[in-house]
């Protein structure tokens, strides 16, 4: 089929061929590292190891990363910003989870008790990173037509997040868009699900205490019946919320913790719950702190118990920018095909790379790391989570043509 057949076929432009395509040495040495990251999992704030071992690998190529303010995570330029093109940022997070590691038979499980990457942020960062060496070779060359931010943030499994005290340094100085990736246990490994618009939720933290007169079961009332106070909360609060805020906004208070009591014939003077807000509408967000404190405080009055409401801002839906979503659609589809591409649903899981999005536009892709054809449901923030390692590959792939497309196009532009 010739050039011009295809472009009516498809109704746009047929791209020349994009270069940077991933090595295979190179490919071998990012599943080794990602292995290495594995085994070596760090919580938020102490990615000591973790920020050193991308620093050290990235001067090795020859480039300048600077470790950020906090103590752990870091930026990396190539191609330097001149005041007058912004760059393009590739944000990964570095941080794990304080869950055991439950996988069994793999040579990379991990070796800190009750720490894992059981989200895929080893991926994420080894994705980066790989981009970032291919995009160094690429402008050595003179191949890489805008310049570009590597962001390993720390911290983003930490409400409020790390992202929050990455852009309080700086790290979006000079910056035009910012693209991500998560991994996506659900998408095959090859693919990437995207969505313009809101692709994940909003989601914060919220802690209540309840105080109140005990006393002996016998006479409940003549006390704060607290565990029946603190069951209502429990029960009525989130109903509550439900006739108050439009459905569509997917507002939802989920509890992961109740506590009250020590013995059986003793009505308690407190009780405590926690859990989280996540909110699919922007708008309805903002307006969940007030609506959720009256609702807590009615139903609390109600039983005569008093509160005290911790609620803990975590981070607004990631809302993709259309115009960078169909870059990334774009270079997907240039390197494998729009057979490589589907369509995702919004999530209510929380992320704060939307922070940055508050920011400059920008737009995180789904990255597939489920082997095709395995019949085993997997999902995030479990011990068993592992991925199908050629998603590295995948990831790699799209962040270089994302780069050298959208810096080509600029550059027709303008």
Not at 48 to 57: G, M
Not at 312 to 322: A, T
Not at 343 to 354: H, K, N, P, R
């Amino acid at each position: 089929m010739s050039r011009e057949s295809q472009t009516v076929l498809s109704g746009k432009p047929v791209e020349p061929a994009l270069p940077g395509k991933l090595p295979e040495n190179l490919r071998a040495e990012l599943i080794a590292f990602r292995r290495d990251l594995h085994m070596h999992p760090e919580l938020g704030h102490q990615e000591f190891r973790t920020t050193a071992a991308i620093k050290a690998r990235l001067e090795k190529a020859g480039l300048r990363p600077r470790v950020l303010e906090t103590g752990t995570g870091l930026i990396c330029d190539i191609g330097g910003w001149d005041g007058q093109r912004p760059m393009l940022g590739f944000r990964a997070d570095i941080d794990a989870l304080p869950i055991p590691d439950a996988k069994v038979g793999v040579p990379y499980r991990s070796t800190v008790p009750d720490r894992a990457h059981a989200c895929g942020h080893d991926v994420h960062t080894t994705v980066v990173l790989g981009t970032g060496l291919v995009l160094a070779a690429l402008h050595r060359q003179g191949l890489l037509p805008r310049p570009v931010r590597l962001l390993f943030q720390p911290a983003e499994e930490v409400l409020p997040g790390g992202a929050s005290d990455a852009i309080e340094s700086g790290v979006l100085d000079g910056v035009g868009q910012m693209i991500a990736v998560h991994c996506d246990p659900r998408v095959d490994a090859g693919k990437i699900g995207l969505r313009p618009g809101p692709i994940t939720s909003a989601c914060d933290r919220l802690e209540i205490t309840l105080e109140g007169a005990g006393g002996h079961t016998a006479r409940p009332h003549l006390t704060t019946d607290m565990v029946t106070a603190a069951a209502r909360v429990a029960v009525d609060v989130p109903a509550l919320l439900a006739r108050r805020v439009d459905t569509r906004a997917g507002l939802a208070v989920t509890w992961g913790k109740i506590a009250s009591g020590h013995a059986c014939n003793v009505i308690p003077m407190t009780a405590e719950l926690s859990g989280t807000v996540r909110c699919l509408d922007l708008n309805a967000w903002h307006e969940a702190p007030d609506l959720i404190h009256a609702a807590i405080d009615e139903v609390a009055g109600m039983h005569r118990a008093k509160t005290e409401i911790n609620y803990v801002r975590g981070v607004p839906p990631v809302v993709n920018d259309p115009v960078v979503t169909e870059l990334l659609r774009d270079a997907m589809a240039a390197r494998c095909g729009a057979h490589s591409v589907e369509d995702t649903e919004q999530s209510l899981g929380g992320e704060d790379f939307s922070w940055y999005l508050e920011h400059v536009p920008g737009a995180m892709a789904r990255l597939g790391v489920r082997t095709p054809g395995d019949p085993v449901k997997r999902d995030l923030h479990r011990g068993d989570f592992d991925v199908d390692e050629s998603a590295i590959t995948t990831g790699v792939e799209l962040f270089t043509a994302a780069a050298l497309l959208d810096g080509r196009r600029a550059r027709a532009n303008g």
